[in-house]
T-cell receptor, first 109, second 118 residues
Framework: EDQVTQSPEALRLQEGESSSLNCSYT??????LFWYRQDPGKGPEFLFT???AGEEKEKERLKATLTKKESFLHITAPKPEDSATYLC???????????FGKGTSLLVT | GAVVSQHPSWVICKSGTSVKIECRSL??????MFWYRQFPKQSLMLMAT?????????EQGVEKDKFLINHASLTLSTLTVTSAHPEDSSFYIC??????????????FGPGTRLTVL
């Protein structure tokens, strides 16, 4: 059974304090790993898709990396507007459904 | 801008009534659309997958007679919650799969519909 575990559950950072969010996964054949940002009361907003180990993607202050067992979302010099819940999801080769982790709630003050 | 829309954004209904939620992909054709529900402080749980012109595939434990899904075109899917009860109160979110920079495997999500059943 596919599993996605995100840590930490919650993270509080000072503005400018860089950190990383972790997403550990097990899946029977990875098609892709996805990162989304979700603000309260809103739908998830697409950030990145990673397909193979060693791949990296960047967007503004965010950088996502992928290994065979986990993915990291690095946040460099975060700002208060980066506060949100960050969701990781895996997609198996057998289909297109996403299996989500429980998310990391990030607060930047 | 938004690529997937949902309507309504919130709805309050009485127990026993039916509610229809629309999901539209705005600037791309979505071969597949998905419906999720999310309880407070929880992550998204897939309810069903729908392909245009064919019957939806429901996840284990989701009642297909209660949650009716219609995918009439490549840009529109609807979810009807029939005979709604208070335990159906939740945040319902749709997504559409399509090539829009994130790759054909990427799902783009709507803003969600908050359903409250009294």
């Amino acid at each position: 059974e596919d599993q996605v575990t995100q840590s930490p559950e919650a993270l509080r950072l000072q503005e400018g304090e860089s950190s990383s969010l972790n997403c550990s996964y097990t899946v029977s054949g990875l098609r892709g790993l996805f990162w989304y940002r979700q603000d309260p009361g809103k739908g998830p907003e697409f950030l990145f898709t990673l397909y193979s180990a060693g791949e990296e993607k960047e967007k503004e202050r965010l950088k996502a990396t992928l290994t065979k067992k986990e993915s990291f979302l690095h946040i460099t010099a975060p700002k208060p507007e980066d506060s949100a819940t960050y969701l990781c999801a895996v997609q198996a080769v057998r289909g297109y459904a996403l299996n989500f982790g429980k998310g990391t709630s990030l607060l930047v003050t | 801008g938004a690529v997937v829309s949902q309507h309504p954004s919130w709805v309050i209904c009485k127990s026993g009534t039916s509610v229809k939620i629309e999901c539209r992909s705005l600037d791309f054709q979505a071969t597949t659309m998905f419906w999720y529900r999310q309880f407070p402080k929880q992550s998204l749980m897939l309810m069903a997958t729908s392909n245009e012109g064919s019957k939806a595939t429901y996840e284990q434990g989701v009642e297909k007679d209660k949650f009716l899904i219609n995918h009439a075109s490549l840009t529109l899917s609807t979810l009807t919650v029939t005979s709604a009860h208070p335990e159906d109160s939740s945040f319902y979110i749709c997504s559409a799969r399509g090539a829009r920079g994130g790759g054909a495997d990427t799902q783009y999500f709507g803003p969600g519909t908050r359903l409250t059943v009294l």
